[in-house]
C-alpha cells in the first residue's frame, strides 16, 4: 500500500509508469485495430490466423500492463475491476501465443513436440475455462489459483524457448530475424514473471525495469510490421517477374500483340468454356519480302508493327489478336454473329487505308479469311484451319487480280 497526497496521486502514478502507459496504450490500440481487420480478412482466407493470434496476444498484454501499473486507476476504474481486468488478461495471454506457435511446431516435423503441444494447450485452455467459472460462482477466486497460473505460464515460455531454438538451428530457415523476435519476447515475460514472484512470494525483487514484457511484444510488433512489410515487398517482386515472364511467355516481341502459343491456348480456352459463338480470322501480309529485299528489315518490322496495329484497332476489343509468326496473323473473336463480321472486314479495309495514307510508300494490303461457328456445331480448330484456308484463296484472287506481289 502506498500513500499519497489526493492531488498528487495520480501524477505521481503518471510520472511514475510513463513506459508503461505508453506500452500498454500502444499494444492495446494496435491490437483492437488489427484484430479488427484480420476478423474481417479472415472471412476470406485462414492465413492470416498468425496475425489475427499476435493482436490478441497484444490487446492482453496491454491490458495487462495498465492494470498492473495501476495506469488505469487514473480513469477512476474500481480498483476491485482493475484487479479482475489484470487477472482475466494475464489468464488469456498463453493462449494466443501458443496457437500462433502451432505453425512453427509443425515445421519442425518432430512427433514429440507435436503431442506436447497439444497436452499443453488442452490444459490452459481447461485451466482457464475452470478458473474463470470458479471465479464467477464466488467459489474459487483468482488469487488462490495465480499460483498454478504462473506454473502453466512457465512450462509454456520453456516450451517456446525450446522450440523457437530447435526452429533457429535448423538449417533450412529463412526467418531468423524473426524468430529472434519471439524469443526476445519470450525472454522478457520470463524477467517480468521472476520480478513479479519474487516480489509476491519473497518480499522483494531485484529488478527495477518495469514493463518489459510491454517492451519486448512492442518490439516484436515492430519486427512483425517490418517482416510483413518485407514478405510484401518480395512477393511483389515475385509477382512482377512471374508476370514479365508470362508476358514473354505469351507476348510477340515486336508488335506486343499475343503470340501463336497463347492464340492455340486461347482457343482451347473457348472451346471448352460457355462461349456460344466465335469467329475465326486469319491473316497474311502481302509484300513483306519484298519490302526487306528493297529498303531493308527495318522498313519490313515498320510493316508488320503496322499491320498488327491496324488489326489490333479493328478486331482488338472483340477478342484477342495473335501475330502467329512470320507474316501471318490471327484474330480470335467472341462472336458468331454474321452482320458485325462483315462490318468488321468492312472496318478492316478502312484502316489499311488510312494507315498507307498516314506512312508514305507504306503500301500495306493483306490477306485474309474467315469462319464463324459454335460448340455445337464445330470445333474450333477446324474452323481456324477453315479460315486459314479461306485466306489463301482470297490471297490467290489479289494475286490474280494484280493487287499482291508474290512473297
Not at 498488327?308 to 477478342?319: C, D, L, R, W
Request: overall charge positive; aromatic content about 14%.
Amino acid at each position: 500500500i502506498r500513500i499519497y497526497d489526493w492531488k498528487d496521486a495520480y501524477r505521481v502514478i503518471m510520472t511514475e509508469n510513463r513506459i508503461p502507459l505508453f506500452l500498454g496504450s500502444f499494444l492495446i490500440i494496435f491490437g483492437l485495430v488489427t484484430g479488427i481487420i484480420t476478423i474481417i480478412i479472415l472471412a476470406v482466407s485462414a492465413k492470416f490466423l498468425k496475425i489475427f493470434c499476435v493482436s490478441m496476444f497484444s490487446i492482453c498484454m496491454g491490458l495487462w500492463t495498465l492494470c498492473y501499473y495501476d495506469v488505469v486507476l487514473i480513469f477512476s476504474i474500481p480498483l476491485y475491476s482493475v484487479s479482475l481486468l489484470e487477472y482475466i488478461s494475464l489468464y488469456l495471454l498463453p493462449i494466443p501465443m501458443t496457437v500462433y506457435m502451432y505453425s512453427i511446431v509443425t515445421s519442425l516435423k518432430n512427433k514429440v513436440l507435436n503431442i506436447l503441444y497439444w497436452f499443453l494447450l488442452s490444459i490452459q485452455l481447461i485451466f482457464i475455462t475452470v478458473s474463470m467459472a470458479l471465479h464467477t460462482m464466488d467459489i474459487v477466486h483468482f488469487a488462490a489459483t495465480l499460483k498454478y497460473m504462473h506454473i502453466i505460464i512457465i512450462c509454456s515460455l520453456v516450451y517456446f524457448f525450446m522450440v523457437l531454438v530447435m526452429k533457429l538451428r535448423a538449417k533450412k530457415n529463412k526467418n531468423k530475424f524473426f524468430l529472434a523476435g519471439m524469443l526476445f519476447i519470450i525472454i522478457c515475460i520470463a524477467y517480468d514473471l521472476a520480478g513479479y514472484c519474487m516480489n509476491r512470494y519473497l518480499g522483494y525483487s531485484p529488478f527495477k525495469l518495469k514493463g518489459v514484457s510491454s517492451i519486448g511484444v512492442t518490439a516484436f510488433v515492430f519486427i512483425l510490421i517490418i517482416a510483413f512489410y518485407m514478405d510484401m515487398t518480395k512477393k511483389a517482386m515475385q509477382e512482377t517477374e512471374r508476370n514479365s515472364l508470362l508476358k514473354s511467355a505469351y507476348t510477340d516481341e515486336l508488335t506486343q500483340l499475343h503470340n501463336r502459343r497463347y492464340c492455340k491456348e486461347f482457343m482451347q480456352k473457348i472451346d471448352k468454356g460457355s462461349t456460344k459463338g466465335y469467329t475465326v480470322f486469319c491473316f497474311d501480309l502481302n509484300n513483306l519480302k519484298i519490302m526487306n529485299d528493297t529498303y531493308g528489315h527495318a522498313r519490313g518490322d515498320m510493316l508488320i508493327q503496322s499491320a498488327a496495329e491496324v488489326i489490333n484497332k479493328t478486331f482488338g476489343s472483340y477478342g484477342i489478336v495473335a501475330r502467329m509468326g512470320g507474316d501471318e496473323f490471327a484474330a480470335v473473336l467472341e462472336t458468331s454473329d454474321e452482320s458485325q463480321v462483315i462490318g468488321l472486314a468492312g472496318n478492316l479495309h478502312k484502316n489499311i487505308n488510312k494507315k498507307n495514307t498516314e506512312i508514305e510508300n507504306l503500301n500495306m494490303s493483306m490477306a485474309y479469311g474467315y469462319a464463324c461457328g459454335s460448340q455445337n456445331e464445330h470445333d474450333i480448330e477446324k474452323l481456324y484451319q477453315l479460315a486459314d484456308n479461306r485466306m489463301y484463296e482470297h490471297k490467290e484472287k489479289m494475286k490474280k487480280a494484280g493487287l499482291a506481289a508474290i512473297r
